[in-house]
């Protein structure tokens, strides 16, 4: 059986360190700690954000897959399902390494541009880059 919670202990002041030092003079003033107020968000903040963030994700990612079908389908016609589902599930998995590295990485940047701009102008250009390549290959195969 749990116990049950009773009330709460009364909070006792704590003191104000002495100036020039780490020794605490008991008759020197002293401040009560804030009370545990738990901050809640306003109502309805938690759906409003849910509805905006599925929103967003099927803008984003519908065209993704789809596309990624069609492509599937177009070099692996009798394999369709699963070589769609091995190029997902690689992408899923590289993503769950590399989002955790490259944040890190990122937090430990410094640099005169900050921590950043150079990791986003790093993959800006190497987007650009590949999908100039796509571009290219797309136009060459047909």
Known sequence: MLPTAGPRPARTPL??????????DPTAPTRTAPPDVPRSAPRGFVLRLGLANLGLYSALLTPVVVTMA????????????????????????????ANPLFGRLSDRTRSRFGRRRPWLVGTAAVAALLGALLVTRIKGTR
Request: charged share 15%; hydrophobic share 50%; proline share 8%.
């Open 15 to 24: 003191p104000l360190p002495q100036r020039g030092g780490t020794a605490v």
């Open 70 to 97: 069609l492509r599937v389908a177009e070099v692996a016609p009798q394999h369709k399902e699963s070589t769609l589902g091995l190029v997902l599930g690689v992408g899923a998995v590289l993503a769950m390494i």
